[in-house]
């Protein structure tokens, strides 16, 4: 019921006043049955923008962090998080993809809309990182379709690394389901997975319009931030170091 309130009544009105966004192929969504939305992901506002332009609910996986807070104000985090349909995940353990996998399970059985970020995490500079093959796994295990999803311009409205964006239209496009059925029974083959995500992820760039980048978005970030530690080279108008003899 939570879940329903905050997207008919307290935050999806708010979005749609304030934002007035554009859903583009809402048509290739399933009204009913399991399916898969695979999305790219620039901004932590897209969890909200997504799933409201959407009739039916959508669960995605949130680090475990958001339920086990104290007190008043880790009740009301659990609270908002448990009830905007997001599933608890211990993402610190070298069993977090496998328990991610299990909750998505669990609700595709049920009937229900599961929402996947491929690329691991949100895109620190707006292009397009390589696709984890955990969105390949959950496809060809469960034989659901995957639809690809792009969002557009919430990186403008909740820039990575800064408090406050800009008001702008942001644009939800889905794109048609991809039936990976051909490969059922291939989930072990790691070739195969591969495949399977890199597809997901071109037609998640078609929809963008973004550029691809063939390399771990986590990877790159984690370069960038050790290049920006490092000293960098003397300047040559400054004056010499002269000690005191």
Known sequence: MFYWFLKLVAIGPLLRLVFRPRTEGLEH???QGPAVLASNHLSYADWLFMPAAVPRRVSFVAKAEYF???????????????GAGQIPIDRSGV??????????????????????YPEGTRSH??????????????????????????????DQVAPPGKKFGRV??????FGEPLDFSRYEGMGGDRYIL????DQIMYEIMKLSGQEYVDEYAAKVKAAES???KRPGPPDPGAAPDRKAS
Do not use: C, N
């Open 168 to 173: 702008t239209r942001p644009v939800v496009r």
């Open 125 to 154: 500079d707006g292009r397009l990182y390589r696709g984890k093959i955990g969105v390949a796994r959950l496809a060809l295990e469960t034989g659901v379709p995957v639809i690809p999803v792009a969002v557009v311009g919430t």
């Open 226 to 228: 050790e290049a920006d």
């Open 194 to 197: 591969r495949s399977v995500t």
């Open 95 to 116: 069993d977090a993809a496998e328990g991610a996998l299990r909750s998505a399970k669990s609700v595709l059985a049920r009937g229900e809309l599961f929402g996947i």
């Open 29 to 31: 969504v399933p009204t």
């Open 68 to 82: 086990t807070g104290p007190g008043l104000k880790g009740w009301l985090q659990k609270s908002f998080f448990s």
